[in-house]
């Protein structure tokens, strides 16, 4: 498991421009509803890259913002089972519809 530490910045100057590993530059255009206003304009956040073994030989990566200390690998591992379960699903069905 690996972490880094990011901020989101609405400043492309400054700090931002000074230290582009640690900072993010989102436009005023760009969505992402942490950012409420320009007086605000950071957003800090940690975000965790988890390997786990899905079958025999066969690996999944993720990123994920869920922290450590709330959830393990393993339950990780059973979200990240089940939302694919469910877009696996209505791909199936959205792919069915478009046969009709």
Not at 33 to 52: A, Q
Request: proline fraction near 2%; include cysteine; hydrophobic fraction near 35%.
């Amino acid at each position: 498991m690996l972490q880094k530490r990011i901020v989101i910045t609405r400043h492309s100057t400054g700090s931002a421009a000074v230290n582009p590993k640690k900072y993010k530059y989102f436009t005023k255009q760009s969505r992402f509803d942490f950012i409420e206003n320009s007086k605000c304009p950071d957003y800090e956040m940690t975000i965790r890259f988890v390997r786990f073994k899905i079958i025999d030989d066969s690996y999944e990566a993720i990123a994920t913002s869920l922290s450590e200390d709330r959830f393990s690998v393993e339950e990780l591992k059973e979200i990240y089972r089940k939302r694919w379960a469910i877009e696996t699903y209505f791909t199936g069905n959205l792919c069915s519809f478009g046969d009709v």
